[in-house]
């Protein structure tokens, strides 16, 4: 069983090539341009996922040593996404699979960053079971799946308005930090005292998450401050960057520890982009080990935006049996 | 109109009033510094127009769809990652403009050129202990 994986539901462009259980290749297209041209990575630039869907698959295909009449089926991402980028890929993936003939897979981006999991790593050999629960955090995302089975799942808490990686990055900006700011917040948050300053944690009911309140609160906080010194934040950007860091960990920690006491399972795996965040590894670390939860956390390049977890999603569904016909289209909001 | 909001629960008082005097416009645009409460506005106004799903930050997204009871789009869009017009073109922004739906911009000031020629204009301010001052009207060029 030959998979080629496309993802592009948002920034980033991606290909990958499965065969069996192997992740031969696992292509970004950031990373490609920036090797070929050693320039500026373009964020959100226009046409981009055109400009390199094209060399991004055939870099996969190269890399994993396949041709396309090996394949024996086409995935893609469906959705949620930017509807622009996912008709990009889903397009592609229609045409390829049309012209060889071969089954294509819808895949839901939102459950694919869970499957990440059991996608084989030498370094990482123990997979969660089931059931367990999946803490999926992002720049567009924060979610508390319960995972039943690969293709069973659902969401029992997610954010009411903002993501949790876009609380980092929008304090960042009141910091004065660029955009997107979040992995500078880690970094400085590393040298800083989390309890110098303390936010409010906005209380939610269940299991949901609300992230909009601290962005006012560090507006407030720091309108205040700088009125008596102008140069609070320099002075103090450690400690305001670990305090706010400590913070959001804390709202995202709250809410697991409660579905672990709502379920009563105690493995845990997290994903998505913001769990790059070192304060986030090392807290549920630390929480796993007092409360005896077993810890599972991806490699950095399965965290983030990519096809390999389009790939391993694509794998259980190709076991099932479970294939799109032409007729398919994208859906930006699609849930599960 | 000047809207004082002393308390986070007269919001949707607020939202009710403001729908009345910009019913006829479908397109909002949204101004205020970052933490000013646009988003939170936003859910308030959706909420009153009988969205039900969850109304959450299209920062990410750029632009998220939602539906009212009655079966209606709403566009929420988040311009603020757009870095010129043509990214916003290249989401085809264009047609959700001209659909005639609801379409909330949030950071609209990144694609000034976009703008139609009617609009309803809603700025917000951010005072002492939680007070929000909503400045509102009817542009048309």
Redesign the interface.
Known sequence: MIILAIESS?DETSAAVLVNGDMRSNVIAAQLIHEQYGGVVP?????AHQQHIWPVVERALADASVAKTDLSAVAFTRG?????SLLVGASFAKALALGLAIPLIEVNHMQAHVLAHFIDDPERPEKPNFPFLCLTV???HTQIVRVDGPLAMHVIG??????V??AFD?SA??LGLPYPGGPLIDKYAAEGNPLAYRFPMSEMPDLNFSF?GI??A???FLRQQTKDNPDFIQQHLPDICASIQHTLIQMLLTKLKRAVRETGITQIAIAGGVSANRGLRTALNQLGQEQNWQIFIPRFEYCTDNAAMIAMAAKFKFEQGDFVDQTVSPL??LSF | MTLELKHLDDIDSVAHRLLAAGREQPVWLFEG???A?K??LI?ALCRALGVLT????P???????YTTHEGHPVYHFDCY???NE??AL???IEEYLASGNYCFIEWPERVVSLWPARYFQVQLT?GAD?QRTIEARLVTD
């Open positions: 948002c964020e959100l630039a226009s046409r949620p996404g930017l509807l622009g992002s720049g567009g997610q954010t009411m308005d903002d993501a990686g876009e929008k900006k009141l909009s962005k006012t560090i507006l407030y930006p909001r | 510094d970052m933490g409460g988003t939170t859910k969850p109304v959450q930050s920062t990410y997204s750029i632009v998220n769809e990652r757009l870095r043509a990214e290249d989401i085809g951010a939680d």
